[in-house]
């Protein structure tokens, strides 16, 4: 992806930058050391991933119903309430500063997420399955690009998480049906559900990089479109090839084990 962006899509045409290290050097040395509130919003940022990860198997047994949304709240008002010994701003975080945040661009990926819901309440999501069935009697390789391509595609309006969760039991259906090994269908799925480069909505990496300003909605799905055809031949490539042999798999049966 990397090679593609600065030789292909946005060539940079210099191929050295004089004193570009030494000015490298020189602004790490007016960064200068760590502050005081620098490690505090390290510690609430480690706290917060820390209880992401653990919510399933250890908070929830303390604090039931909670989830991510409950834990971010939490992680946000510790940060308005944490002092920061400053006497000018007291606090990590003031509403001065937070209304500087580019809430267009956070509103724009929950959107995605909407979206997702929108598909699954709607029967949206049921209807794509069912269509998928039509795939009895084809070709494993053409099933694998067709469903990595619409995922691939799917998930430019959805967030990954949104899209993997509602179409995974679907595909794990469709193996059974047209007589394949689930993991062929699923690992696709998975890993194109996280190769989105079109548009801001797709991944919060994307968010951020649209929100500095820097780049047009067509500049990101010129390169963007490149980099998902890109992504869809090396994920087919991988699944259909290499994740046989690494795993020891016949692709072309659903193994009795998992009926």
Not at 57 to 68: E, H, N, Q, S, V
Not at 157 to 170: D, E, F, G, R, V
Not at 209 to 232: E, H, P, Q, T, W
Request: charged residues 10%; proline residues 5%; hydrophobic residues 55%.
């Amino acid at each position: 992806a990397w090679n593609y962006l600065v030789r292909v899509a946005y060539r940079i045409k210099g191929h050295s930058f004089p004193g570009g290290r030494a000015e490298i050097t020189k602004q790490l040395e007016l960064i200068g050391r760590m502050s005081f509130q620098e490690k505090l919003v390290l510690v609430v940022f480690v706290f917060i991933a820390l209880a992401w990860i653990s919510r399933s198997f250890f908070l929830a047994k303390f604090l039931p119903g909670i989830d991510d949304s409950v834990i971010a709240i939490l992680g946000a008002i510790l940060m308005f309430v944490l002092p920061s010994g400053d006497k000018v701003s007291p606090r990590l975080l003031d509403w001065e500063s937070a209304v500087k945040i580019p809430w267009g661009v956070i509103l724009l990926f929950g959107g995605g997420m909407a979206i997702a819901a929108g598909f699954k309440e709607s029967g949206l999501a049921d209807w794509i399955g069912s269509q998928m069935t039509l795939l009895q009697g084809v070709s494993l390789i053409i099933i694998l690009i067709v469903i990595i391509t619409a995922v691939n595609f799917l998930t430019e309006i959805t967030s990954n998480l949104a899209t993997t969760s509602m179409i995974l039991p679907i595909l794990a259906a469709i193996a059974m049906a047209i007589d394949v090994h689930p993991y062929a269908l699923m690992v696709g799925a998975t890993v194109a559900a996280s190769c989105a480069f079109m548009l801001p909505v797709a991944t919060p990496p994307n968010a951020v990089v649209f929100g500095s300003g820097y780049l047009r909605m067509k500049d990101m799905m010129r390169a963007g479109f490149a980099l998902n055809i890109i992504s869809i031949v090396i994920i087919l490539f991988f699944v259909y090839f290499l994740l046989p042999y690494l795993w020891g798999l016949d692709l072309s049966q659903y193994p009795d084990q998992l009926r």
